[in-house]
């Protein structure tokens, strides 16, 4: 991961596995994926490939903003399990719980990928059911921060994954109609956890 991004070490602020091997989803052909936070003043958001290798790049800053908006994809690396924290931060990245805020980024995502996969569904049928995979992590995950502070269980939503394999290759309303319920339950109950104290 280091040789890719061609970085001396000092510069890395933190680093995280994330994806597939994190979540106990990953196959014999999975890629290895890493989030990088660098220290380097003005690091803008970035992405950096190799062969099987995916590293998302943030700088300090764009990191913390990500924090701030309640990014469960951010927050993945906030609650990481130790054994997936490659470079842990010094000092550790602030976080405050915004329930609302949280809610609105949770189901954005959610919505978004949901409907990226009904859209390129048949074209690319695998990719997209990795969307509606994701689209249905992410509420999960979120729902467990909302309710404890943190990601509590980082395999929660792999029967969902089970169930999305199940699926035809020709027929998105398949999905909606098996696990398109499930997503809105999710996000329902996550709008209610919203208006909690």
Not at 66 to 75: I, K, P, T, Y
């Amino acid at each position: 991961m280091i040789a890719v991004l061609r970085v001396p070490h000092a510069e890395i602020r933190a680093a995280y596995r994330v994806g597939s091997r994190v979540y106990g989803t990953a196959g014999s052909g999975s890629d290895e994926d890493f989030l990088v936070v660098l220290g380097k003043p003005g690091q803008r958001q970035d992405l950096a490939f190799a062969p099987r290798l995916n590293i998302v790049i943030h700088g300090v800053a764009t990191f913390e903003d990500a924090l701030a908006d309640q990014s469960v994809f951010a927050l993945e690396c906030q609650f990481a399990p130790p054994a997936h924290v490659i470079v842990a931060p010094r000092p550790p990245f602030r976080y405050t719980l915004d329930r609302k805020k949280l809610a609105a980024s949770a189901i954005g995502r959610s919505t978004a990928d949901w409907q990226k996969a009904k859209k390129r569904f048949v074209d690319e049928p695998d990719p997209s059911r990795k969307k509606a995979f994701h689209a249905l992590r992410v509420p999960v995950f979120a729902l467990q921060i909302a309710k404890t502070g943190k990601i509590t269980d980082y395999a929660a939503a792999n029967h969902f994954l089970a169930e999305v394999r199940k699926g035809p290759d020709d027929d998105f309303a398949w999905y909606e109609e098996k696990l398109g319920p499930a997503r809105d339950a999710l996000c329902a109950e996550l709008t209610k956890l919203a208006g909690k104290r």
